[in-house]
């Protein structure tokens, strides 16, 4: 139930973002926590329930309903048409009423019937308006980015200025705004009382016909490519003091449960808030503010990641770190669990906590280092994180955490406290080796399902506090990879989430939904060879991937040398280089991979996972053919 209190602005969520009928949307969103609801006309049209009802419920939901949209092709048409939609608006006009909403959204006309006259487009809304003021009702305009005549937010300005009524005002929707490249200052010199609804929506950064980038691709504020901090600052400082609300019409989110969505959704706006509040204007700081959310974790480190195993797949990854040189230092006191460490790169190796969803390996946990574990478990709560509920003994560490969308559990730990994680744990009496020069984990790498994966990015950037890097996508053998990671500002956290686009059928690559855990190594040659010599397997790489490699980069042929005896790949942007190698597939999906960052390369080496994803699949497919044979 909520647990994000409004003592901000309202925050609202058109009914189009979600899914189901109209009663299952005003659930979810009252369940969420949100305090509003924009109506969209076609859900109530399908409802079976009196606008009296929807109003009853709506209360009872403790949602109000701040807008009823959207009003179509009104504005700058011949007499015969205006006529008839002053007709259409009575109607609505009587529905507001009884749904109890005060403002209407009328878009800017997309009608061939329209004329391009600003002049008879304010005289038929300053009309309208007036019509509307009889039932107390306001008309918010909004410029749609593909309106005939009227596309750009100011544009809708001189028009509601020129309608001059006081029942006449402005909705300002981020999508038409940012998806045309408008610049968006120009909203700072609008009059707050004329800024009657705010719609908020992010989207990816694509090259296509708007009105088709709108109605498929939105996102919620943060999950896309639009500068909303900076937006919604604008309209705070121009003096706006309604409803933050979502519009976002997107074919995933159409059709996902859409308890989820709204929660996503909610986390998204509160994150949105956050942001305004760190960095706005002095009133946008003030408007956007929310009480009591603590502060993002000031992120050390992964503390440890941990890979849940069965009995088939145990003695594979064991088997794997102790040929990277980690060394078994610790045993749980009390569960399955063992603790393998080389530097600062721990991993737990659970044989109780396989991957609750499949009962397949899985990277089941990872855990940040941070200085203050409560207070970001008490943020990911405010954030509607699951919270875990922990089976620990009394002379345990209750250690906080959060479960992400696709079941990984996230921990808050600072490893040096003295009842700390560390503390569960009894030392084995194994002398350290000498390792692979093996430092940290660089970064763990998770494979999203489709339809997760904008909400999986949200949650982790929202929860710990990190910022997306540049999105990718790479064509693999099995299909098309998407990619985006996000780190914190010193990379000392990095997750890099990838996703198969729409995955659809029954072929299938041979690994699915993949995972892996990534080491730094300050000379990953080294920490190759080393490994091989105490036995680890690596993934071997084609030769013809080594030789395009030497035909691109024109690389020293010492460094060839190495690559190719070693089955490293090798990767390089304007600030560095990148060097890396990997372990087969361990049980069903989890593999390792030791890096090395050479000046500030900041990628994980995309370009060459489909080269990855075909030397596993090889692997794997020799594996069987051996133990078969
Ligand atoms: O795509 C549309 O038609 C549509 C309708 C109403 C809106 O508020 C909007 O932004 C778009
Ligand atoms: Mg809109």
């Not at 807008?67 to 011949?78: G, T």
């Not at 009328?106 to 308006?129: G, K, R, W, Y």
């Not at 808030?273 to 603590?294: F, N, Y």
């Amino acid at each position: 139930m909520p647990t994000t209190e409004t003592t901000g602005p309202k925050r609202s969520i058109a009914t189009v973002c979600l899914s189901g009928t109209l009663e299952d949307k005003l659930i979810a969103a009252a369940e969420a926590g949100f305090d509003g609801v924009e109506i969209f006309e076609n859900d109530l049209l399908a409802s079976a329930d009196s606008p009296e009802t929807v109003r009853e419920r709506c209360r009872d939901l403790g949602l109000t309903i701040d807008l009823y949209q959207p009003f179509r092709d009104f504005e700058a048409v011949p007499p015969d048409l205006l006529e008839a939609g002053l007709r259409r608006a009575e109607q609505k006009f009587g529905v507001c009423e009884r749904l109890g909403a005060d403002t209407v959204l009328v878009c800017s006309s997309v009608s061939p019937d329209t004329v391009d006259d600003d002049d008879l487009a304010a005289e038929h809304l300053n009309l309208l308006a007036s019509r509307a003021a009889e039932h107390g009702i306001r008309i918010a305009y909004e410029a749609l980015a593909w309106g005939r005549f009227v596309n750009t937010y100011d544009h809708s300005w001189r028009i509601v200025r020129r309608g001059d009524h006081p029942n006449l005002g402005l909705c300002l929707d981020s999508f038409h705004i940012l998806s045309r490249g408008s610049d968006p200052s120009g909203i700072r010199v609008i009059p707050g009382e004329k800024l009657f609804f705010l719609q908020l929506a992010d989207a990816p950064q694509l090259s296509m016909d708007v009105l088709q980038w709108s109605r498929h691709h939105r996102l919620f504020p943060g999950q896309g490519a639009f500068d909303l901090t900076r937006f919604l600052d604008l309209v705070l400082t121009a003096g706006y003091d309604g409803p933050l609300s979502l519009e976002v019409f997107n074919d995933v989110f159409r059709q996902s449960e859409p308890h989820q969505s709204a929660i996503d959704a909610l986390r998204s706006l509160v994150t949105l808030q956050e942001s305004v509040t760190r960095g706005g204007s002095e009133r946008a700081r003030a408007r956007a503010r929310i009480e009591d959310l603590p502060a993002p974790p000031r992120t050390e480190g992964f503390a440890f990641t941990e890979i849940g195993v069965d009995d088939r797949s145990e003695a594979d990854v064991v088997g794997a770190l102790a040929g990277l040189g980690f060394t078994h230092t610790a045993q749980h006191r009390s569960k399955p669990v063992q603790l393998w460490e080389q530097g600062e790169a721990r991993i737990l190796v659970n044989a109780s906590a396989d991957d609750p969803a499949t009962g397949e390996t899985a990277v089941t946990a990872l855990a940040v280092e941070n200085a203050d574990p409560t207070a970001s478990a008490h943020r990911a709560e405010r954030l509607l994180a699951p919270i875990l509920p922990r089976e620990h003994r009394a002379d345990e560490a209750d250690l906080a955490s959060v479960t992400a969308p696709n079941g990984t559990a996230v921990f808050f730990c600072r490893t040096d406290a003295r009842e700390g994680w560390l503390h569960d744990f009894s030392p084995t009496p194994n002398p350290a080796g000498p390792g692979t020069g093996l430092r940290a984990i660089d970064h763990v790498g998770l494979t999203q399902p489709f339809d997760h994966f904008d909400g999986a990015a949200l949650f982790y950037r929202s929860i710990l506090g990190l910022q997306p890097e540049a999105p990718a996508e790479v064509a693999a053998p099995f299909g098309l990879i998407r990619s985006l990671s996000i780190a914190d500002a010193a990379k000392r956290v990095r997750i890099a989430l990838s996703v198969s686009v729409l995955r659809r059928g029954e072929w299938s690559p041979e690994v699915r939904d993949p995972q892996h855990i990534a080491f730094a190594s300050q000379d990953v040659i080294a920490s190759a060879a080393k490994a091989r010599d105490l036995g680890l397997d690596l993934l071997e790489i084609p030769a013809n991937y080594h030789d395009d490699l030497e035909a691109r980069f024109a690389l020293p042929t010492r460094l060839m040398d190495d690559l190719r005896e070693h089955s490293l790949m090798y990767d390089r942007d304007e600030d560095g280089e990148f060097l890396h190698f990997y372990t087969p597939v361990l049980g069903s999906r989890v593999f390792l991979e030791v890096v090395q960052r050479i000046g500030a390369y900041a990628g994980y080496g995309m370009v060459n996972a489909p080269i990855r994803m075909a030397a596993h699949r090889r692997h794997r497919r020799a594996d069987r053919l051996e133990r078969d044979a």
